[in-house]
């Protein structure tokens, strides 16, 4: 099959799907042994490489990303410059590898572990000099340190770089040697799992160059009448300096914690962590589904998530363009050069893939691709990662809960989570009653035109949706697992528990207003959705 065929392919069959849908609330699809919508094989199969090598380009690979977070957004520098300890780094929820560590530095941090953590008590956890030192054994997750100058050894005070691997926002720590309240922890890692304590804006904020994340900002743009979308009452622009850009970031009402804002179309709209666990079971990707194969995903990440230079190229710029519209796309193409030549951010793009001969496909949306072999690899590890166990301490609670979701969920989620999770979306008028959008710009076929109504739920699907796919705006289905560690719920993180979301004071126009009416039932159906894995 051609590459431009995949994407077509991968739509049509969606919409098989989709309009095989019940619509019912009641659908115990028992042949299928799912108690769902009775898909179990995945429609999108992706292919797989090897699992060790892909255990390796999830946590250490950046296709030379490090020079833009190096030599652009100067995250490193920043770090230092502002003297972020490893305390420091904990309370933004970074991960620290403790078995990346020589033993004699493990003994040293356990015991001063064991005191008040205090300067006098702890001065290794409380040095900037150890958190340079943890950089350079990468025992910091997710900030992949690397031998720039090829001088056989890694130190990012003489002239080697840090880059961003898929492991900052899917992985934590078995939290062996220490866990901080609402933190991050030291121990070995569990990679898959989301990071909901990561607070991503803050660490960004701390770079020195913090303007070279434009695309991915809050803007004002011309093209819009300076309106912005977002939570903050006012937008960014190319000539913001470098702490009106920190105030952003670091400000949890506009990027809240737990957030990555993984689009480039200038809107503020941070999407919360998802795991990585059991890829085998899901599809399409992101929030909105607009992807519809893992490694597609990933190259989405590497190829502009990870390095955003790449769309002023050409082809990064018919991509925006497309997305955004001729006038605002361009706009948001053209400042962003401005800002990196204002900043001194030189020969970009820095990412390290290969011309495709599909540009904006959905195999390379801004005309390249990374390594194929490594984005295999990593299908076939993140496949084989397996989904946290659930806790199951009330079987009567249990059992009431699963009852009560086979009557009230199943028109949408399987109870058997070892089954594949429906990819159709659920558009947006069903999952948000109160959506009233207004039409912000007409797109070409087969994008909707862009749509925004007032609050949040919809900041991401107003312009990056399934559309691009040919199905509709609206949300993808999410994994049920892992439930109980998931603090906020909803990919706005409008929700503060399972029994909030269950809630019908939120009321009927609210998302995702599937309610139960009495707190018993709630909470059975709380304990029901917190035992799920893939094994009960």
Not at 236 to 248: C, I, K, M, R
Not at 271 to 299: C, K, V, Y
Request: aromatic residues 6%; contains cysteine; hydrophobic residues 40%.
């Amino acid at each position: 099959m051609k590459h431009q065929d995949l994407w077509v392919y991968g739509s049509c069959l969606a919409l098989v799907l989709l309009s095989g849908c019940s619509d019912s609330n009641d659908n115990d699809d028992s042949d299928s042994g799912s108690d769902g919508p009775g898909i179990s094989l995945n429609p999108n199969p992706h292919l797989t490489g090897n699992v060790q090598a892909g255990r390796d380009v999830f946590r250490f690979e950046t296709f030379g990303n490090e020079g833009y977070w190096t030599d652009a957004v100067r995250l490193p520098q920043g770090i230092v410059a502002a003297g972020v300890t490893p305390i420091d780094a904990l309370e933004l929820g970074l991960i620290v590898d403790i078995e990346a560590l020589p033993v004699a530095t493990q003994a040293l941090i356990a015991l001063e572990l064991l005191t008040d953590l205090s300067p006098a008590n702890a001065p290794l956890l409380n040095s900037v000099d150890t958190t340079v030192a943890l950089v350079n054994a990468n025992a910091v997750v997710g900030f992949a340190a690397k031998d720039s100058n090829g001088d056989g050894t890694i130190d990012v005070a003489n002239g080697d770089k840090v880059g961003a691997t898929c492991a900052l926002c899917h992985t934590i720590s078995d939290a062996s040697i220490f866990q901080l309240p609402n933190g991050g922890s030291i121990g070995r890692r569990l990679d898959g799992r989301a990071n909901h304590a990561l607070d991503f804006g803050r660490i960004l904020s701390v770079a020195q160059n913090s303007r070279a994340l434009y695309p991915m900002l809050q803007l004002a743009l011309d093209a819009n009448g300076g309106a912005s979308l977002g939570r903050a009452p006012t937008g960014l622009t190319e000539t913001s300096t470098e702490a009106e850009v920190d105030a952003y970031l670091a400000n949890p009402a506009f990027y809240p914690v737990g957030m990555f804002d993984d689009s480039l179309d200038g809107n503020g709209d941070p999407m919360h962590n998802t795991p990585l666990f059991r890829t085998d079971l899901a599809a399409p990707w992101g929030s909105e589904g607009s992807i519809s194969r893992l490694d597609n995903f990933s190259n989405l990440v590497y190829t502009a998530l990870f390095d955003p230079t790449t769309i002023t190229t050409p082809n990064g710029r018919a991509f925006i363009v497309k997305l955004g519209g001729e006038v605002a796309g361009n706009e948001i193409v053209d400042d962003f050069i401005a800002v990196l030549a204002a900043t001194g951010v030189t020969n970009y793009p820095f990412v390290v893939a290969e011309p495709h001969p599909v540009p904006g496909s959905e195999d390379a949306p801004v005309g390249v691709r990374v390594d194929e072999d490594k984005l295999l690899d990593m299908n076939g590890y993140l496949n084989s990662l397996e989904a946290p166990r659930g806790i199951e301490l009330d079987a009567p609670a249990i059992a009431r809960g699963l009852d009560l979701f086979r009557q009230n969920c199943t028109s949408c989620h399987n109870s058997n989570q070892a089954t594949f999770v429906p990819p159709f979306i659920v558009n947006m008028i069903t999952i948000w009653p109160g959506d009233e959008p207004k039409a912000l710009l007409e797109r070409d076929f087969p994008l909707n035109p862009i749509l925004n109504s007032p609050g949040f739920f919809d900041d991401k699907m107003a312009v990056v949706n399934a559309s691009i796919r040919g199905l509709e705006r609206g949300t993808a289905l999410p994994l049920l697992l892992d439930l109980d560690r998931k603090p906020v719920f909803l990919h706005d993180n409008s929700v503060g528990s399972l029994a909030d979301l269950l809630d019908p004071t939120r009321g009927d126009s609210s998302p995702h207003p599937f309610y139960l009416s009495t707190d018993d039932q709630r909470q059975d159906m709380v304990k029901f959705l917190e035992s799920l894995d893939t094994t009960n």
